[in-house]
Protein backbone atom coordinates (compact mmCIF):
# COMPACT_ATOMS: atom_id res chain seq x y z
CA UNK A 1 0.00 0.00 0.00
CA UNK A 2 1.41 3.30 -1.11
CA UNK A 3 0.58 6.05 1.73
CA UNK A 4 0.72 9.64 -0.21
CA UNK A 5 0.25 13.10 1.45
CA UNK A 6 -0.37 15.60 -1.53
CA UNK A 7 -2.90 16.01 -4.21
CA UNK A 8 -0.28 15.66 -7.05
CA UNK A 9 1.28 12.36 -5.48
CA UNK A 10 -2.71 11.14 -5.56
CA UNK A 11 -3.22 12.23 -8.97
CA UNK A 12 0.06 10.86 -10.04
CA UNK A 13 -0.87 7.43 -8.38
CA UNK A 14 -4.16 7.14 -9.92
CA UNK A 15 -3.49 7.88 -13.48
CA UNK A 16 -1.45 4.82 -13.15
CA UNK A 17 -4.26 2.51 -11.32
CA UNK A 18 -6.74 3.07 -13.57
CA UNK A 19 -10.62 3.16 -12.89
CA UNK A 20 -10.80 2.77 -8.82
CA UNK A 21 -12.94 2.49 -5.86
CA UNK A 22 -12.99 5.26 -3.10
CA UNK A 23 -13.69 4.58 0.31
CA UNK A 24 -13.43 8.29 2.62
CA UNK A 25 -12.37 7.55 5.82
CA UNK A 26 -11.88 10.07 9.37
CA UNK A 27 -9.76 7.30 10.87
CA UNK A 28 -9.44 5.71 13.69
CA UNK A 29 -11.14 2.53 11.50
CA UNK A 30 -13.03 -0.28 12.98
CA UNK A 31 -14.63 -3.10 11.25
CA UNK A 32 -17.55 -0.64 9.45
CA UNK A 33 -14.48 0.74 7.74
CA UNK A 34 -12.94 -2.22 6.76
CA UNK A 35 -15.89 -3.72 5.24
CA UNK A 36 -16.23 -0.76 2.92
CA UNK A 37 -12.46 -1.66 2.16
CA UNK A 38 -13.58 -5.74 1.57
CA UNK A 39 -16.70 -4.49 -1.08
CA UNK A 40 -14.39 -2.24 -2.86
CA UNK A 41 -12.27 -5.10 -3.28
CA UNK A 42 -15.05 -7.85 -4.15
CA UNK A 43 -15.42 -4.67 -7.10
CA UNK A 44 -11.89 -5.89 -8.70
CA UNK A 45 -10.99 -2.31 -8.49
CA UNK A 46 -7.98 -1.27 -7.12
CA UNK A 47 -9.24 0.27 -4.15
CA UNK A 48 -8.45 4.15 -2.80
CA UNK A 49 -9.14 5.20 0.99
CA UNK A 50 -8.45 9.07 2.29
CA UNK A 51 -7.47 9.19 6.12
CA UNK A 52 -8.73 13.09 7.25
CA UNK A 53 -10.12 14.40 10.24
CA UNK A 54 -12.18 17.28 8.27
CA UNK A 55 -12.31 20.34 10.50
CA UNK A 56 -15.26 22.17 7.84
CA UNK A 57 -17.87 19.40 8.94
CA UNK A 58 -17.00 20.21 12.73
CA UNK A 59 -18.97 23.12 14.71
CA UNK A 60 -17.41 24.92 17.31
CA UNK A 61 -17.35 23.08 20.81
CA UNK A 62 -17.41 19.52 18.95
CA UNK A 63 -15.21 17.37 18.97
CA UNK A 64 -12.50 17.88 16.01
CA UNK A 65 -9.77 18.33 18.67
CA UNK A 66 -10.08 15.31 20.49
CA UNK A 67 -11.34 12.96 17.29
CA UNK A 68 -8.96 9.76 18.03
CA UNK A 69 -6.03 10.20 15.37
CA UNK A 70 -4.30 6.55 14.99
CA UNK A 71 -2.66 6.94 11.47
CA UNK A 72 0.21 3.25 12.29
CA UNK A 73 -2.69 1.59 13.11
CA UNK A 74 -4.89 2.65 10.29
CA UNK A 75 -2.57 2.23 7.96
CA UNK A 76 -1.44 -1.58 8.89
CA UNK A 77 -5.49 -2.35 9.15
CA UNK A 78 -6.02 -0.95 5.69
CA UNK A 79 -3.08 -2.62 4.32
CA UNK A 80 -4.27 -6.07 5.83
CA UNK A 81 -7.50 -5.33 4.31
CA UNK A 82 -6.11 -4.63 0.53
CA UNK A 83 -6.03 -0.85 0.33
CA UNK A 84 -3.66 -0.06 -2.67
CA UNK A 85 -3.34 3.71 -1.91
CA UNK A 86 -3.85 5.24 1.18
CA UNK A 87 -4.53 9.40 1.11
CA UNK A 88 -3.22 11.60 3.93
CA UNK A 89 -3.54 15.17 3.52
CA UNK A 90 -2.31 17.86 6.18
CA UNK A 91 -5.49 20.61 6.75
CA UNK A 92 -3.40 22.73 4.48
CA UNK A 93 -3.02 20.17 1.62
CA UNK A 94 -6.50 19.66 1.67
CA UNK A 95 -7.23 23.45 1.90
CA UNK A 96 -4.79 25.70 0.77
CA UNK A 97 -6.74 29.17 1.14
CA UNK A 98 -10.02 29.74 2.60
CA UNK A 99 -12.53 27.45 1.13
CA UNK A 100 -15.16 28.91 -0.97
CA UNK A 101 -17.16 26.90 -2.88
CA UNK A 102 -18.74 25.03 -0.36
CA UNK A 103 -21.63 23.24 -1.12
CA UNK A 104 -24.92 23.72 0.60
CA UNK A 105 -26.81 20.50 0.25
CA UNK A 106 -30.53 19.77 0.29
CA UNK A 107 -31.85 18.67 3.37
CA UNK A 108 -28.63 20.09 5.04
CA UNK A 109 -30.46 21.38 8.18
CA UNK A 110 -32.50 18.52 8.40
CA UNK A 111 -32.09 15.56 11.75
CA UNK A 112 -28.49 15.53 12.35
CA UNK A 113 -28.53 19.10 10.49
CA UNK A 114 -30.80 20.97 12.46
CA UNK A 115 -28.46 20.06 15.74
CA UNK A 116 -24.73 20.60 13.62
CA UNK A 117 -24.89 23.74 11.58
CA UNK A 118 -22.86 23.71 8.46
CA UNK A 119 -21.99 20.18 9.18
CA UNK A 120 -23.14 18.83 6.03
CA UNK A 121 -21.61 21.40 3.78
CA UNK A 122 -18.47 20.70 5.35
CA UNK A 123 -18.77 17.07 4.15
CA UNK A 124 -20.17 17.53 1.23
CA UNK A 125 -17.62 20.15 0.56
CA UNK A 126 -14.89 17.39 1.49
CA UNK A 127 -16.10 14.57 -0.60
CA UNK A 128 -16.47 16.68 -3.53
CA UNK A 129 -12.90 17.62 -3.60
CA UNK A 130 -11.97 13.99 -3.09
CA UNK A 131 -14.15 13.04 -5.96
CA UNK A 132 -12.36 15.74 -8.31
CA UNK A 133 -8.86 14.13 -6.82
CA UNK A 134 -9.29 11.18 -7.20
CA UNK A 135 -12.12 10.70 -10.22
CA UNK A 136 -13.11 7.15 -8.62
CA UNK A 137 -15.70 4.40 -10.73
CA UNK A 138 -17.46 3.79 -7.04
CA UNK A 139 -17.79 5.67 -3.48
CA UNK A 140 -18.84 3.79 -0.34
CA UNK A 141 -20.08 4.70 2.58
CA UNK A 142 -21.21 2.85 5.74
CA UNK A 143 -25.23 3.35 5.92
CA UNK A 144 -24.70 4.18 9.76
CA UNK A 145 -24.52 8.05 8.58
CA UNK A 146 -28.09 7.35 6.38
CA UNK A 147 -28.47 11.35 5.90
CA UNK A 148 -24.90 11.70 4.90
CA UNK A 149 -25.33 9.13 2.21
CA UNK A 150 -28.72 9.64 1.08
CA UNK A 151 -26.95 13.59 0.91
CA UNK A 152 -23.94 12.52 -1.27
CA UNK A 153 -25.94 10.37 -3.62
CA UNK A 154 -28.39 13.06 -3.99
CA UNK A 155 -25.19 15.72 -4.43
CA UNK A 156 -23.64 13.05 -6.94
CA UNK A 157 -26.59 12.93 -9.19
CA UNK A 158 -27.20 16.68 -8.99
CA UNK A 159 -23.95 17.37 -10.22
CA UNK A 160 -23.97 14.50 -12.98
CA UNK A 161 -20.84 12.79 -11.48
CA UNK A 162 -20.14 9.75 -12.98
CA UNK A 163 -19.64 7.78 -9.94
CA UNK A 164 -21.42 4.99 -8.42
CA UNK A 165 -21.98 5.39 -4.65
CA UNK A 166 -22.22 2.54 -2.92
CA UNK A 167 -23.95 2.19 1.22
CA UNK A 168 -22.92 -0.18 2.85
CA UNK A 169 -24.99 -2.07 5.96
CA UNK A 170 -24.11 -1.30 9.29
CA UNK A 171 -21.70 -3.23 11.35
CA UNK A 172 -22.76 -4.13 15.06
CA UNK A 173 -21.01 -5.03 18.01
CA UNK A 174 -22.82 -8.49 19.53
CA UNK A 175 -24.89 -6.33 21.79
CA UNK A 176 -26.06 -4.26 18.87
CA UNK A 177 -24.50 -1.07 18.81
CA UNK A 178 -23.45 0.48 15.83
CA UNK A 179 -19.62 0.44 15.83
CA UNK A 180 -18.58 4.36 15.49
CA UNK A 181 -15.20 5.94 16.09
CA UNK A 182 -16.90 8.06 18.45
CA UNK A 183 -17.74 4.90 20.98
CA UNK A 184 -14.60 4.80 22.33
CA UNK A 185 -15.67 8.19 24.49
CA UNK A 186 -17.75 6.15 26.37
CA UNK A 187 -17.08 5.21 29.77
CA UNK A 188 -17.84 1.66 31.24
CA UNK A 189 -21.59 2.63 32.16
CA UNK A 190 -22.20 4.37 29.43
CA UNK A 191 -21.00 1.89 27.21
CA UNK A 192 -22.99 -0.82 29.11
CA UNK A 193 -26.16 1.42 28.12
CA UNK A 194 -25.62 2.71 24.81
CA UNK A 195 -27.34 -0.75 23.21
CA UNK A 196 -30.25 0.50 24.10
CA UNK A 197 -30.37 3.43 21.23
CA UNK A 198 -30.93 0.40 18.37
CA UNK A 199 -32.97 -1.65 20.73
CA UNK A 200 -35.19 1.76 21.17
CA UNK A 201 -35.43 1.66 17.32
CA UNK A 202 -36.25 -2.51 17.35
CA UNK A 203 -38.87 -1.52 19.52
CA UNK A 204 -40.32 1.43 16.81
CA UNK A 205 -39.95 -0.83 14.02
CA UNK A 206 -41.78 -3.62 15.33
CA UNK A 207 -44.84 -1.25 15.73
CA UNK A 208 -44.60 0.13 12.32
CA UNK A 209 -44.82 -3.06 11.14
CA UNK A 210 -47.45 -4.17 13.11
CA UNK A 211 -49.51 -1.30 11.72
CA UNK A 212 -48.81 1.24 13.81
CA UNK A 213 -50.04 4.36 11.84
CA UNK A 214 -49.31 7.13 14.82
CA UNK A 215 -46.06 8.12 13.89
CA UNK A 216 -45.75 11.08 16.25
CA UNK A 217 -46.63 9.03 19.00
CA UNK A 218 -43.99 6.22 18.06
CA UNK A 219 -41.37 9.05 17.47
CA UNK A 220 -42.59 10.76 21.48
CA UNK A 221 -42.19 7.16 22.97
CA UNK A 222 -39.22 5.75 21.86
CA UNK A 223 -37.27 9.52 22.69
CA UNK A 224 -38.91 9.38 26.13
CA UNK A 225 -38.20 5.66 26.72
CA UNK A 226 -34.39 7.11 25.79
CA UNK A 227 -34.80 10.32 28.19
CA UNK A 228 -35.78 7.95 30.96
CA UNK A 229 -32.15 6.25 31.13
CA UNK A 230 -30.35 9.02 30.93
CA UNK A 231 -30.13 9.99 27.32
CA UNK A 232 -30.44 13.51 25.36
CA UNK A 233 -32.54 12.97 22.71
CA UNK A 234 -31.72 15.30 19.32
CA UNK A 235 -33.91 13.33 17.45
CA UNK A 236 -36.21 9.99 16.80
CA UNK A 237 -37.88 10.65 13.65
CA UNK A 238 -39.42 7.81 10.97
CA UNK A 239 -38.77 9.19 7.67
CA UNK A 240 -39.45 7.92 4.10
CA UNK A 241 -36.61 6.15 2.61
CA UNK A 242 -37.16 7.57 -1.09
CA UNK A 243 -37.17 11.09 0.14
CA UNK A 244 -35.66 11.32 3.59
CA UNK A 245 -39.11 13.72 4.56
CA UNK A 246 -41.81 12.66 5.93
CA UNK A 247 -43.37 9.97 4.96
CA UNK A 248 -47.12 9.55 2.97
CA UNK A 249 -49.37 7.41 4.35
CA UNK A 250 -48.90 5.27 1.30
CA UNK A 251 -45.01 4.66 1.93
CA UNK A 252 -44.23 1.36 2.92
CA UNK A 253 -40.39 1.48 2.92
CA UNK A 254 -39.34 4.04 6.01
CA UNK A 255 -36.59 4.10 7.96
CA UNK A 256 -36.28 4.96 11.72
CA UNK A 257 -33.28 7.71 12.52
CA UNK A 258 -32.19 8.40 15.41
CA UNK A 259 -29.84 11.27 17.60
CA UNK A 260 -29.02 11.50 21.58
CA UNK A 261 -26.18 12.30 23.81
CA UNK A 262 -25.20 9.69 26.68
CA UNK A 263 -22.92 12.40 28.39
CA UNK A 264 -20.90 13.70 26.59
CA UNK A 265 -20.97 11.15 23.28
CA UNK A 266 -23.34 12.05 20.58
CA UNK A 267 -24.32 8.77 19.13
CA UNK A 268 -26.48 7.72 15.91
CA UNK A 269 -28.31 5.08 14.39
CA UNK A 270 -31.12 3.72 11.82
CA UNK A 271 -32.92 1.32 10.77
CA UNK A 272 -34.94 0.56 7.25
CA UNK A 273 -38.57 -0.51 8.17
CA UNK A 274 -41.14 -1.64 4.98
CA UNK A 275 -44.44 -0.96 6.91
CA UNK A 276 -47.82 -2.42 5.68
CA UNK A 277 -49.30 -0.43 2.93
CA UNK A 278 -52.04 1.64 3.87
CA UNK A 279 -54.62 2.33 1.77
CA UNK A 280 -56.47 6.42 2.08
O1 LIG B 1 -18.21 9.50 7.43
C1 LIG B 1 -17.09 10.04 7.59
O2 LIG B 1 -16.15 9.46 8.16
C2 LIG B 1 -16.88 11.45 7.06
O3 LIG B 1 -18.02 12.22 7.20
C3 LIG B 1 -16.36 11.48 5.61
C4 LIG B 1 -17.37 10.90 4.64
C5 LIG B 1 -15.05 10.70 5.50
C6 LIG B 1 -16.10 12.93 5.18
O4 LIG B 1 -15.16 13.54 6.00
Known sequence: MQMLHTVAE???????????????????????????????????????????????????????????????????????????????????????????????????????????????????TVVLKLFNMVQPRIALFGKKDYQQLFILRLMTRQLNLPIEILGIDTVRAEDGLALSSRNGYLSATERAEAPRLYQVLQTLAAALRAGETDLAALENAAAAELTRHGWQVDYVQIRAQSTLLAPAPTEAACVVLAAARLGNTRLIDNLEVTRPMQTV
Open 10 to 124: LRAAVRLAGAVALVPTMGNLHAGHLQLIQTARQRGLPVVSSLFVNPLQFGPGEDFERYPRTLQADATQLAEAGCNILFVPSVTEMYPEAQTCRVVPPLADELCGASRPGHFAGVA
